[in-house]
């Protein structure tokens, strides 16, 4: 699970010792790593995207998939591209233009707030979609650990594979700025470190795609309950295995959101064949055709339970989602068949 970054003063860690345990428990394949109270923050601030990547080891980087050397200014784009701009929009399982906001609680605290937004630009003549997720620290916990980390993915939107991803992170004293460009003819991408000057070129499937990216893809699949999923995703410029046990259809409460129809995710990964199994992640998205991330909850030792709840969602989009409590708008299911409700 991602709960480790690369980096960090020493001011701003405090440390606890994990395990990632090998296939069937065996101790000799476990490695220690260690956690961080800014890892933690960023583990839950980017919490939106846990159940694309819920089970990635600690050490895991969201960023390491896509980004031109020097990043193109965007031009954002009107609902109607002007003439010049390339345009072939498909239909897309979301309405672009959403946003979705959500509190990171811990403890009875909220502790940080997260957005993710999407939006059409114009880069060299041609329409590409943003994906981007922020997150920045509130109330008390600004003072002393102030988070403010923006995250982008910019994909064709036809083939819906990333062309560009960026991650900017300001944590306490630690600061990041990497991104990363897909050439996927080429089945190639180069990684760049903009405040380290390093830089890194690295093979990818012709389908690779960075976390934001897939998490987004994966809103268009159809989950069902009791069934078994099996996908590939890259991070940190490795390319995991991951599996999802899909559970049960429940029913929850969150803010003014009553009732929500959700189904149950229980994400893990394998790296070389070997179970990555570190704390507990557990995952609930609407059923219905937005597949929104309602709720994520993280169990870590010491840290305790962090959650990601849903506060709300705007844009486009007469719905339950942008009319929360309203009779009018009631939730559409996915799937027909009721399970048992909790």
Same mark, same amino acid.
């Given at each position: ?33 260690k ?30 998939? #896509?980004?031109p ?9 009107? #609902? ?18 959403e ?8 403890? #009875? ?28 620290? +509130? ?33 306490g ?7 990363t460009?897909?050439?996927? +003819? ?40 009791? +069934? ?29 959101y ?5 189904l +149950? ?7 070389h ?61 996915r ?8």
């Open positions: 699970m991602w709960f480790c970054s690369r980096g960090g003063d020493a001011a701003d860690r405090i440390v606890i010792p994990l395990r990632l345990g090998g296939s069937g428990g065996h101790a000799g394949a476990a490695t220690e790593n956690m961080s109270l800014q890892t933690c923050l960023r583990f839950i601030g980017l919490g939106f995207v846990l159940w694309a990547l819920g089970a990635l080891p600690a050490g895991t980087d969201v960023a390491a998939a #896509v980004t050397r020097t990043a193109p200014s965007p031009v954002r784009l009107p #609902v109607s591209a002007p003439a010049h701009v390339a345009t072939n929009r498909p239909v897309l399982w979301f309405p672009v233009g946003q979705m906001f959500y509190k990171v609680q811990w403890g #009875v605290l909220i502790v940080a707030n997260t957005q993710v937004t999407s939006e059409y630009i114009e880069e060299d003549g041609r329409e590409l979609l943003a994906i981007r997720v922020t997150t920045r620290t +509130k109330s008390i916990l600004s003072t002393f650990y102030p988070v403010d980390d923006f995250i982008e993915s910019v994909v064709d939107p036809v083939t819906f594979l990333p062309v560009r991803f960026t991650k900017r992170l300001s944590e004293r630690y600061r990041l700025h990497e991104i460009t897909f050439d996927h +003819k080429a089945r190639m991408a180069h990684w760049r470190h903009l405040l380290k000057n390093d830089s890194k070129d690295f093979a990818i499937d012709a389908d690779t795609r960075d976390l934001i990216s897939y998490m987004f893809y994966m809103r268009s699949q159809k989950f069902e309950p009791g +069934k078994h999923y099996d996908f590939r995703v890259m991070a940190d410029e490795k390319l995991y295995d991951l599996m999802v046990e899909a559970r049960d259809i429940e029913r929850l409460d969150i803010g003014n009553t009732k929500i129809r959700t +149950k995710l229980d994400p893990e990964a394998k790296f064949g070997l179970f990555v199994r570190v704390g507990k992640l557990e995952v609930w998205i609407s059923d219905d055709e937005r597949c929104v991330c309602v709720r994520a909850t993280a169990q870590a030792p010491i840290i305790g339970t962090i959650r990601l709840l849903i506060d709300r969602v705007e844009g486009p989009g007469d719905d339950y989602w942008t009319h929360p409590g309203n009779t009018n708008y009631p939730q559409i299911a799937n027909p068949v009721e399970g048992p409700k909790k």
